[in-house]
């Protein structure tokens, strides 16, 4: 829960993420030994920032050539001993800059943009090598190797732990921006594990994306990507029963959504719209999100209006996934024939390859069709291709339905 900031707090002091990571994950071995037998501090983040400092001088100390990193570390550990960060953490909702600070040096232009996402999404997000991989569809010894060939250019880049200035900033907001989705997006469509949702890490992202708004009021990205994670957000605690399986929209009882998260979601999106710069990227997606957030059911919401906008991201931000997203729109504003024209178009030029969305998708609009036999193909297709254990239980129900009759 608290990996991002325990690294970030050490990377300010040490001035080298590889070594701040290395001494996180030293402290918490250590906590492991100690904790049973001595007991778990009253604040354990503290107690591990504490110990990994220690163990930061330790690595340095080994080095051939003390440093103006040591110096600084040494004068933090002389100054907190005794009192091991007795506040770190202590309220949630405050803005960390520390954090910051390490998501800007994790997009850091010397990186490649899939490096800066692998190496993001493993030190501020938390994921695990295989989760990244299965987000962006690429092997996990891939993966391995960017995080690891990336700590190692920070290093050797000297590149300084803190929130760029000016012209700087701007130029790697955009990296920025796209991780945070990134992470945004594991935390609200879990790609492996058991769990439909992981709240902690889409609210992490929600939390950056405010602090990122905050520093840059005047850019309507920063703006429309808040408003975007704020009302996808609202639909949380609808999304999923008791049980812990998913709630699909249809069925969702929106009286459960959290309208808070709503007045701030279209607040951050009127706030883009209004800098006469026109949406971008993430405020189009946020704008579908609205339609959604402001309808009182699937059928009242305003698909044409839907298509329209996907329409527009396609031209500004041409993916395979906008296309698909597109299709549902038309199959809900049009009919299924419409939308399935547009699917099956993608299944012929090859995109979404290995992906479980294409068929999902497909397999809905068949069995909208009254094509039965074809959707339960299509369904099962996607079922087999699904990481996540209750997207693939919600695939084989609705396998299991077609095989009834239902």
């Not at 550990?77 to 005794?82: F, K, L, P, S, V």
């Not at 012209?167 to 991780?179: F, I, N, P, Q, S």
């Not at 547009?342 to 995109?351: E, H, I, N, Q, S």
């Amino acid at each position: 829960m608290h990996s991002a900031r325990i690294v970030a707090t050490l990377a300010r002091s040490a001035g080298d993420v590889a070594l701040a990571e290395d001494a996180a994950q030293e402290a918490l071995a250590e906590a492991l030994v100690a904790w049973p037998r001595a007991g778990v501090p009253s604040n354990p983040a503290g107690w591990l920032v504490t110990v990994g400092r220690r163990r930061a001088v330790d690595a340095i100390r080994r080095r051939v050539a003390l440093d103006d990193r040591y110096a600084a570390l040494a004068h933090d550990t002389a100054r907190e001993d005794g009192a091991p960060d007795a506040d770190l953490l202590a309220d949630p909702d405050t803005i960390d800059d520390d954090v910051l600070a390490l998501m800007f040096v994790a997009c850091h232009p010397v990186l490649s943009p899939e490096a800066q996402v692998a190496l993001t999404l493993r030190v501020v997000g938390g994921l695990t090598s295989d989760e990244i991989a299965r987000a962006f569809l690429v092997p996990t010894a891939t993966v391995q190797a960017r995080i690891t060939r990336a700590k190692r250019t920070l290093t050797a880049a000297r590149v300084p732990f803190a929130v760029p200035e000016g012209t700087d900033r701007r130029e790697r907001l955009g990296a920025v921006l796209a991780v945070v989705y990134s992470v945004f997006t594991e935390g609200s469509s879990a790609t492996s594990g058991d769990d439909w949702l992981r709240p902690d890490l889409a609210r992490e992202a929600v939390r950056l994306a405010r602090v990122l708004a905050h520093l840059v009021p005047d850019e309507p990205e920063a703006l429309g990507l808040l408003a975007l994670l704020e009302l996808t957000a609202a639909r949380f605690p609808a999304r999923v029963a008791p049980d812990g399986s998913p709630v699909l929209l249809e069925d969702q009882d929106r009286r459960r959504w959290d309208r808070a998260a709503i007045r701030r979601g279209r607040a951050a999106l009127a706030a883009a719209a209004g800098g006469g710069r026109g949406l971008g990227a993430y405020g189009l997606q946020a704008a579908v999100a609205e339609c959604h957030a402001v309808a009182p059911s699937v059928a009242a919401t305003d698909w044409e209006r839907v298509v329209l906008l996907y329409e527009a991201l396609g031209r500004l931000a041409p993916s395979p996934v906008v296309d698909l997203n597109r299709a549902v729109a038309l199959g809900m504003a049009r009919g299924p024939a419409a939308g399935l024209a547009v699917v099956d178009d993608l299944a012929r030029r090859g995109a979404l390859a290995g992906s479980h969305q294409l068929p999902a998708v497909r397999g809905e609009l068949l069995r909208r069709l009254g094509r039965d036999a074809e959707a339960r193909d299509e369904l099962g297709r996607a079922a087999a291709r699904c990481g996540n254990a209750q997207e693939r239980r919600l695939l084989q129900d609705k396998i299991a339905a077609l095989a009834g009759g239902g």
